[in-house]
């Protein structure tokens, strides 16, 4: 890329230093460990990518209108670092890529300064499986329910297919549902998307799971025996290929909602494991 100085006049600088930095920070869960040890336990970002450039070579100066200075650097991780890690946005775990200019200008000017993350995607090669799961719901299958409870419950028969459960993240997520029979009106059919994430300390694991998008599918009683097409985009940055290492582990969920009338809700669980084909590999850079 370049660094781009604008100006109205000639500009004197001392010089002009890049600092390219790629980091995972993990941050434990008050809800899981505790507000105390959450606070206190300082969890040290794992380094992947850390350069120093000296964009300028020396002091000089800059014309009128733009100057650019070309830089270029390897994408090569640290040592000890067997991998890249996709950017991923999370909540207790967070992977990003930066590139920090500074341009300083003597004592009685003002240094300029500019940040900017650029993405890394890290495709697999091959294929993977699409391993399709049909499923069935009705009152009888349902999970954290007291039987004594069970014949409270209204009846209703949902059936479906999830087309995949290994998931490349630059396909939708595509299914079907079927509501065969239901006695209570139905109110909604929503798709909920968790990502679960685990963070190692020293006295265990920390492990939680927050929404990251809640689609809706069908508003209203849907007809019965009519086949809904079930479709998801996975968001950008907020998702990434499922990883588990010995100090993290980022894992992505499903849960199938269904609202009825009367209040009741059912929600349906369905582990995913995601991951980039290897259709191309991207390394965005903007701005000035």
């Keep these: 890329g370049a660094v781009v100085i604008t100006c109205a006049k ?32 300082s969890i040290k970002p794992m380094v992947l990518l850390d350069y120093e450039l000296d ?30 890690y996709e950017t991923y946005h999370g909540v207790y775990v967070n992977c990003a890529y930066n590139i920090s200019v500074l341009c300083t200008r003597g004592m009685f000017s003002s240094n300029l300064e500019r940040d900017i993350e650029f993405i890394i995607e890290v495709p697999e090669s091959g294929e993977q ?72 300390y020293a006295e265990g694991h920390a ?3 927050t929404e990251i998008q809640n689609v809706q599918i069908a508003d209203g009683d849907v007809c019965r025996d009519l086949q809904i097409p079930l479709y998801m985009v996975f968001p950008r940055l907020f998702v990434c290929p499922t990883v588990d290492t010995l100090n993290f582990k980022v894992e992505f969920e499903l849960n199938l909602v269904v609202l009825f009338a009367d209040g009741y809700m059912v929600t349906e669980n369905f582990p995913l494991h995601l991951y980039r084909g290897d259709q191309s590999m991207t390394l965005g850079i903007s701005g000035s």
Aim: hydrophobic share 40%; aromatic share 8%.
């Design 10 to 41: 000639t500009v004197s600088f001392d010089s002009i230093r890049m600092d390219v930095k790629g980091e995972i920070r993990l941050q434990l869960s008050a809800r899981s460990v505790g507000l105390f040890e959450a606070f206190y336990s």
């Design 55 to 84: 964009i300028s070579q020396g002091a000089g100066k800059v014309q009128a209108g733009e100057t650019e200075f070309p830089f270029e650097f390897d994408l090569e991780p640290e040592p000890g670092q067997p991998r890249f």
């Design 207 to 209: 492990r939680e799971a």
């Design 129 to 200: 499986p699409a391993e399709p799961m049909p499923f069935e719901i009705t009152p009888e299958t349902l999970e954290n329910v007291r039987k004594s409870s069970v014949t409270q419950i209204p009846p209703f028969k949902l059936a479906g297919k999830l087309n995949r459960t290994n998931c490349n993240l630059a396909d939708p997520f595509k299914g079907s549902i079927l509501v065969e029979k239901s006695k209570a009106a139905v109110k909604s059919i929503e798709l909920q998307l968790v990502r679960v994430e685990t963070v190692a």
